[in-house]
């Protein structure tokens, strides 16, 4: 059974104001793109086809206009409203009737992945359908983060909620894959003290049941979010760097859907055409005729 996906694209932004002021976090752009991008093909590199995207009632016509249907790309794009953030959990209530009785995978939409390696790793989530998959990274500050601790096998024991005093430098990223039944595992879930329906008691739920999969991304992975000033400016550096150097784009849905087998040279030709004028449609124009 296919697995859907959904990118979470809600909340005010309000750590990146005044520049969300007026526009959606995940509309800005990360050097040649709009961030939503990353995670869409994020989803697109794992096989997803089928995609929910939610975000607030002010900013769903923009994703609308950016994204449309999917057919362009060879997927399917639906939308839905996130009235208020009341935690990443809520999206599979929001989304329950979208997912059916499929399995589901899930991005943050300020979250961007990348190394080699990772669309290998992203499969294997993807085609285990009857457990949970979630992603560690290490990071410098774990008590900001869910964070996992492991037993001497390598076995995920425990996650915690920016735990004061962190049992490990493992932060669990934002993507997680989940077996069909997440969404009636999500209405068994209370609020939290701060009012959410929060990810790592979902999480918690299949770990205690024996059916979650921690995967560590490591060094030559990155995993970078955009929640701040500083790690935007740094998230846009980073593809930058890399796009500069081995002439290869980061992020590239019309790129992925071509590679996946989802659009012919043909269709790419006439997405690249309408965007011949900049340095990303010259991009495509170059992967067709290669």
Known sequence: ???????????????????????????????????????VTTLMQAGVREVLVISTPRDLPAF????????????RFEFAVQERPE???????????????????????????????????????????????????????????GVVAFDEAGRATSI???????????AVTGLYFYPAGVAEEARRLRPSQRGELEITDLNLAYLRQGRLRVELLGQG???????THESYLQASNYVETLEARQGVKIGCPEEVAFRNGWIGAEQLARLADGMRGSGYGRYLLGLVER
């Not at 609308?64 to 997927?75: D, F, H, P, S, V």
């Not at 915690?160 to 493992?170: G, L, T, W």
């Open 1 to 39: 059974m296919s697995r859907r996906g959904f990118v979470l694209a809600g909340g005010a932004g309000t750590r990146l104001y005044p520049a969300t002021l007026a526009v959606s976090k995940q509309l800005l752009p990360v050097y040649d793109k709009p961030m939503v991008y990353y995670p």
């Open 64 to 75: 609308r206009e950016l994204l449309g249907t999917g057919e362009a790309w060879g997927m």
């Open 87 to 145: 935690g990443i959990a809520q999206a599979f209530l929001i989304g329950a009737g979208f997912l059916a009785d499929h399995p589901a995978a899930l991005v943050l939409g300020d979250n961007l992945f990348h190394g080699h390696g990772l669309a290998g790793m992203l499969r294997a989530a993807h085609e285990r359908a009857d457990e949970a998959s979630v992603f560690g990274y290490q990071v410098s500050d774990p008590e900001r983060y």
């Open 160 to 170: 915690e909620e920016k735990p004061a005093e962190p049992r490990s430098r493992y």
């Open 221 to 227: 992975m990155a995993w970078l979010d955009t929640g």
